[in-house]
Protein backbone atom coordinates (compact mmCIF):
# COMPACT_ATOMS: atom_id res chain seq x y z
CA UNK A 1 0.00 0.00 0.00
CA UNK A 2 3.34 2.36 0.62
CA UNK A 3 4.44 1.68 -2.93
CA UNK A 4 1.40 2.43 -4.36
CA UNK A 5 1.18 5.98 -2.19
CA UNK A 6 4.63 6.35 -3.32
CA UNK A 7 3.72 5.95 -7.07
CA UNK A 8 0.74 8.07 -7.53
CA UNK A 9 2.52 10.69 -5.47
CA UNK A 10 5.54 10.38 -8.15
CA UNK A 11 2.92 10.83 -11.34
CA UNK A 12 1.84 14.09 -9.75
CA UNK A 13 5.18 15.24 -8.71
CA UNK A 14 6.36 16.54 -12.53
CA UNK A 15 3.44 19.32 -12.31
CA UNK A 16 5.17 20.62 -9.17
CA UNK A 17 8.65 20.47 -10.50
CA UNK A 18 8.69 23.97 -12.16
CA UNK A 19 8.63 25.68 -9.24
CA UNK A 20 11.69 24.61 -7.84
CA UNK A 21 13.81 25.86 -11.07
CA UNK A 22 13.13 29.86 -10.18
CA UNK A 23 16.34 29.42 -8.19
CA UNK A 24 18.44 27.93 -10.30
CA UNK A 25 20.13 31.71 -11.80
CA UNK A 26 21.47 31.72 -8.37
CA UNK A 27 23.66 28.70 -8.06
CA UNK A 28 27.44 29.10 -8.24
CA UNK A 29 28.37 27.74 -11.77
CA UNK A 30 29.51 24.41 -10.80
CA UNK A 31 27.59 23.49 -7.33
CA UNK A 32 27.53 20.45 -5.99
CA UNK A 33 24.15 18.87 -5.32
CA UNK A 34 20.49 17.69 -7.76
CA UNK A 35 20.07 19.38 -10.82
CA UNK A 36 16.73 19.31 -12.62
CA UNK A 37 16.29 19.17 -16.22
CA UNK A 38 14.43 21.80 -18.21
CA UNK A 39 11.09 19.26 -18.13
CA UNK A 40 11.27 18.15 -14.66
CA UNK A 41 11.73 14.68 -15.69
CA UNK A 42 15.22 14.32 -14.96
CA UNK A 43 17.45 14.61 -11.86
CA UNK A 44 21.30 14.66 -11.64
CA UNK A 45 23.40 14.57 -8.64
CA UNK A 46 26.44 15.80 -9.09
CA UNK A 47 29.80 15.71 -6.62
CA UNK A 48 33.54 16.01 -6.82
CA UNK A 49 35.93 13.92 -4.33
CA UNK A 50 39.79 14.97 -4.55
CA UNK A 51 42.27 12.48 -4.20
CA UNK A 52 46.18 12.49 -5.11
CA UNK A 53 45.62 15.34 -6.98
CA UNK A 54 43.56 14.73 -9.29
CA UNK A 55 39.52 15.67 -9.14
CA UNK A 56 37.06 12.98 -9.82
CA UNK A 57 33.96 14.34 -10.93
CA UNK A 58 30.44 12.42 -10.67
CA UNK A 59 26.92 12.06 -11.64
CA UNK A 60 24.42 10.04 -11.49
CA UNK A 61 21.24 10.52 -13.34
CA UNK A 62 17.55 9.09 -12.11
CA UNK A 63 13.91 10.22 -12.81
CA UNK A 64 12.10 12.42 -10.40
CA UNK A 65 11.53 9.24 -8.21
CA UNK A 66 15.18 8.56 -7.65
CA UNK A 67 14.55 5.63 -10.17
CA UNK A 68 17.91 4.88 -12.73
CA UNK A 69 17.22 6.57 -16.19
CA UNK A 70 18.81 4.06 -17.88
CA UNK A 71 19.90 0.12 -17.42
CA UNK A 72 23.32 0.90 -18.08
CA UNK A 73 25.37 4.01 -17.48
CA UNK A 74 24.01 4.92 -13.97
CA UNK A 75 27.36 6.48 -12.73
CA UNK A 76 29.70 8.43 -15.23
CA UNK A 77 32.86 10.14 -13.81
CA UNK A 78 35.58 12.32 -15.39
CA UNK A 79 39.24 12.98 -13.56
CA UNK A 80 40.45 16.14 -13.63
CA UNK A 81 43.62 18.49 -11.88
CA UNK A 82 41.32 20.70 -10.84
CA UNK A 83 37.44 21.50 -9.71
CA UNK A 84 35.21 22.27 -12.55
CA UNK A 85 35.20 25.54 -14.33
CA UNK A 86 32.47 27.35 -15.65
CA UNK A 87 32.22 27.93 -19.66
CA UNK A 88 35.07 24.41 -19.78
CA UNK A 89 33.59 21.24 -21.57
CA UNK A 90 33.80 18.06 -19.18
CA UNK A 91 33.87 14.16 -20.79
CA UNK A 92 32.53 12.17 -18.67
CA UNK A 93 32.52 8.07 -19.20
CA UNK A 94 31.46 4.86 -17.25
CA UNK A 95 34.77 4.59 -15.06
CA UNK A 96 33.37 3.39 -12.26
CA UNK A 97 35.01 0.36 -10.49
CA UNK A 98 31.12 -1.21 -10.64
CA UNK A 99 30.91 -1.69 -14.38
CA UNK A 100 34.67 -4.12 -13.54
CA UNK A 101 33.64 -7.21 -15.52
CA UNK A 102 30.07 -5.97 -16.51
CA UNK A 103 29.43 -4.67 -20.29
CA UNK A 104 30.39 -0.72 -19.81
CA UNK A 105 28.61 1.44 -22.42
CA UNK A 106 30.53 3.40 -24.87
CA UNK A 107 28.18 6.36 -24.53
CA UNK A 108 30.04 9.78 -24.04
CA UNK A 109 29.21 12.42 -22.23
CA UNK A 110 29.81 16.03 -22.69
CA UNK A 111 28.83 18.37 -19.79
CA UNK A 112 29.58 22.26 -19.36
CA UNK A 113 28.57 24.87 -16.76
CA UNK A 114 27.47 28.43 -17.62
CA UNK A 115 27.99 31.36 -15.42
CA UNK A 116 24.56 31.37 -14.11
CA UNK A 117 24.94 27.42 -13.02
CA UNK A 118 22.96 25.88 -15.57
CA UNK A 119 24.45 22.22 -16.76
CA UNK A 120 24.06 21.16 -20.20
CA UNK A 121 24.69 17.80 -21.12
CA UNK A 122 25.54 16.51 -24.78
CA UNK A 123 25.35 12.72 -25.45
CA UNK A 124 28.34 11.85 -27.86
CA UNK A 125 27.81 9.54 -31.30
CA UNK A 126 28.88 6.67 -29.19
CA UNK A 127 25.52 6.52 -27.27
CA UNK A 128 22.46 4.49 -27.62
CA UNK A 129 19.46 6.13 -28.97
CA UNK A 130 17.95 5.71 -25.53
CA UNK A 131 21.43 7.39 -24.28
CA UNK A 132 21.07 9.89 -26.85
CA UNK A 133 17.61 11.24 -25.29
CA UNK A 134 18.19 10.81 -21.55
CA UNK A 135 21.92 11.96 -21.82
CA UNK A 136 21.10 15.04 -23.66
CA UNK A 137 19.28 18.52 -22.22
CA UNK A 138 19.68 21.39 -19.45
CA UNK A 139 19.58 20.97 -16.11
CA UNK A 140 19.09 23.17 -13.23
CA UNK A 141 20.49 23.69 -10.07
CA UNK A 142 17.84 22.96 -7.35
CA UNK A 143 19.20 23.56 -4.11
CA UNK A 144 16.17 23.39 -1.61
CA UNK A 145 15.31 19.93 -2.20
CA UNK A 146 15.80 19.47 1.58
CA UNK A 147 14.14 17.81 4.89
CA UNK A 148 12.40 20.21 7.15
CA UNK A 149 14.65 20.98 9.85
CA UNK A 150 11.95 19.37 12.66
CA UNK A 151 12.62 16.29 10.32
CA UNK A 152 16.91 16.36 10.84
CA UNK A 153 18.11 14.22 13.43
CA UNK A 154 18.74 10.43 14.47
CA UNK A 155 15.47 8.55 15.38
CA UNK A 156 14.65 5.23 16.85
CA UNK A 157 11.30 3.12 17.53
CA UNK A 158 13.56 3.03 20.84
CA UNK A 159 16.36 5.18 21.61
CA UNK A 160 18.38 2.75 24.42
CA UNK A 161 17.48 -0.50 23.39
CA UNK A 162 18.67 0.23 19.28
CA UNK A 163 22.13 0.91 18.28
CA UNK A 164 22.92 4.00 17.58
CA UNK A 165 24.33 2.24 14.22
CA UNK A 166 20.74 0.88 13.53
CA UNK A 167 19.33 4.66 13.56
CA UNK A 168 17.71 6.17 11.10
CA UNK A 169 19.17 9.35 10.08
CA UNK A 170 18.18 12.22 8.32
CA UNK A 171 20.07 14.93 7.19
CA UNK A 172 19.35 18.10 5.31
CA UNK A 173 19.33 15.93 2.07
CA UNK A 174 20.53 12.77 2.85
CA UNK A 175 19.17 10.04 4.92
CA UNK A 176 19.93 6.13 5.70
CA UNK A 177 18.12 3.52 7.80
CA UNK A 178 21.22 2.07 9.01
CA UNK A 179 25.44 3.60 9.30
CA UNK A 180 26.54 0.43 7.14
CA UNK A 181 24.21 1.95 4.34
CA UNK A 182 25.55 4.87 1.82
CA UNK A 183 22.95 7.75 2.78
CA UNK A 184 20.60 8.42 -0.17
CA UNK A 185 20.37 11.73 -1.77
CA UNK A 186 16.79 13.15 -2.02
CA UNK A 187 15.79 14.43 -5.28
CA UNK A 188 12.29 15.93 -4.97
CA UNK A 189 9.81 15.82 -2.09
CA UNK A 190 6.22 16.80 -1.35
CA UNK A 191 3.23 16.52 0.68
CA UNK A 192 0.42 14.42 0.68
CA UNK A 193 -2.28 14.12 2.81
CA UNK A 194 -0.54 14.95 6.06
CA UNK A 195 3.10 13.01 4.97
CA UNK A 196 6.27 14.62 3.75
CA UNK A 197 7.16 12.20 1.06
CA UNK A 198 10.76 12.41 -0.13
CA UNK A 199 12.06 10.34 -3.38
CA UNK A 200 15.70 9.86 -3.16
CA UNK A 201 19.18 7.89 -5.04
CA UNK A 202 21.38 5.91 -3.14
CA UNK A 203 24.31 5.86 -4.88
CA UNK A 204 26.73 2.93 -3.46
CA UNK A 205 29.82 1.48 -5.04
CA UNK A 206 29.56 3.44 -8.85
CA UNK A 207 25.30 1.97 -8.93
CA UNK A 208 22.84 3.99 -8.12
CA UNK A 209 19.27 2.58 -6.94
CA UNK A 210 15.93 4.18 -6.04
CA UNK A 211 15.12 5.35 -2.23
CA UNK A 212 11.94 7.14 -0.74
CA UNK A 213 11.13 8.19 2.97
CA UNK A 214 7.47 8.78 4.03
CA UNK A 215 7.06 10.67 7.42
CA UNK A 216 3.88 11.41 9.41
CA UNK A 217 3.98 13.24 12.34
CA UNK A 218 2.13 11.45 15.23
CA UNK A 219 2.66 13.69 18.18
CA UNK A 220 6.14 13.24 19.79
CA UNK A 221 6.76 10.53 17.53
CA UNK A 222 7.17 10.37 13.75
CA UNK A 223 5.41 7.56 11.49
CA UNK A 224 7.95 6.35 8.78
CA UNK A 225 7.40 4.39 5.90
CA UNK A 226 10.28 3.73 2.56
CA UNK A 227 13.06 1.82 0.96
CA UNK A 228 16.53 2.14 1.49
CA UNK A 229 19.04 -0.36 0.40
CA UNK A 230 16.28 -2.52 -0.76
CA UNK A 231 15.31 -2.65 2.84
CA UNK A 232 11.58 -1.88 3.54
CA UNK A 233 11.34 0.82 6.92
CA UNK A 234 7.93 0.90 8.32
CA UNK A 235 7.68 1.92 12.01
CA UNK A 236 7.36 4.64 14.73
CA UNK A 237 9.94 6.97 15.83
CA UNK A 238 11.51 9.17 18.40
CA UNK A 239 14.24 11.54 18.51
CA UNK A 240 17.46 10.12 19.77
CA UNK A 241 19.66 13.13 18.74
CA UNK A 242 19.03 16.32 16.96
CA UNK A 243 22.23 15.50 15.14
CA UNK A 244 21.79 12.96 12.37
CA UNK A 245 25.74 12.91 11.02
CA UNK A 246 24.47 13.55 7.82
CA UNK A 247 25.05 16.13 5.29
Not at 102 to 124: E, H, M, Q, Y
Not at 178 to 193: C, E, L
Request: glycine share 8%; aromatic share 10%.
Amino acid sequence: MDTLIFEEWSMKKLTLTVALLAVAGTASATAQGVYTSDEGSRKIVFWYDSKDGTVVYNFNISDHTGRPATKNGILYQSSNPQKPVAGNAYTFAQNSSYYEGKDKSRCLISASWNKKGVLTLAAGNSCSKNEKTVYTGRFNYTPNIVFPEKYRGAWAADCRKTEPGEWLRIGKTTFTQFQDFGAAKIVSTNNVDGMFVAAAAEISGGAGNRSFLMIRPEGRKLRVTGEHHAEQINMAVQKCSSKSGLQ
